[in-house]
């Protein structure tokens, strides 16, 4: 069965160009969360939906970052003006449902590299 | 707020040694627990949960972990350790209440195996 599915999987950026990064998550899964990891640490919570319900951003580390996912399917993460602290993993994850015992489910990350 | 600490960022073992992974939390109030893991080259998946009942919980792969309230502890065992399990691990708590349902990870373990 298709798993969540991120892209591009790597994006090089010069330093103030836009860059915008897309989760396709598993069909009919309700919650979907966008996480940063850098290196040698574990994912950083940015921002999280339901359906297409935007109800938490507050990990969103400035007003460049922006995030949505207009139908409830598909979301985009998207870094204006880039910079070079953004370098990092970017994760995506998708829930069945809304309740917090449930697991996420992981894409494979895009790795953004800010020169 | 709630934190998750992970002891042991680097564990080298070899081949049918016992592992122990400690993992730790902050959170005043009722909480789900996680344990997922990251092969070489593979997006992050669940190891094992925690949500209620028995706290002794049992996942994948021979993994165990033991939620102890009292300690706010949800360690990661395993009897005897295999070359496949080399992986990155990472603790995951998830409040059960309060409406926020926004997970917090620990930095990981990297567990490398010896043959």
């Known amino acids: 069965g298709a798993g969540v599915s991120q892209s591009p999987r790597y994006k090089v950026a010069k330093r103030g160009q836009d860059v915008a990064l897309r989760c396709d998550p598993i069909s009919g899964h309700v919650s979907l969360f966008w996480y940063q990891q850098a290196l040698g640490q574990g994912p950083e919570f940015l921002t999280y939906f339901q359906n297409e319900a935007q109800l938490d951003k507050s990990g969103l580390p400035s007003d460049r970052f922006f995030a949505e996912r207009p139908e409830g399917s598909v979301s985009t993460l998207k870094i204006q003006r880039t910079q070079q602290e953004d370098s990092a993993v970017y994760l995506c994850a998708s829930v069945r449902g809304s309740g917090s015992n449930q697991p996420q489910h992981f894409g494979d990350g895009t790795r953004l590299s800010i020169l | 707020a709630q934190s998750v600490s992970q002891h042991n960022h680097h564990v080298i073992l070899s081949e049918a040694a016992s592992l122990e992974l400690g993992c730790n939390y902050s959170y005043g109030g009722t909480v789900n627990l996680f344990w997922y893991v990251q092969y070489p080259g593979q997006h992050l998946q669940l190891l094992l949960k925690y949500f209620s009942g028995d706290p002794l919980v049992k996942g994948i792969k021979g993994f165990e972990a033991e939620f102890i309230k009292s300690k706010f502890s949800f360690n990661l065992r395993k009897p005897s350790v295999q070359w496949s399990d080399t992986a990155e691990y990472f603790c995951?708590?998830?409040?059960?209440?309060?409406?926020?349902?926004?997970?917090?990870f620990g930095r990981g373990t990297s567990l490398i195996v010896h043959p």
């Open positions: 995951a708590v998830n409040p059960s209440s309060g409406g926020s349902y926004i997970p917090t």
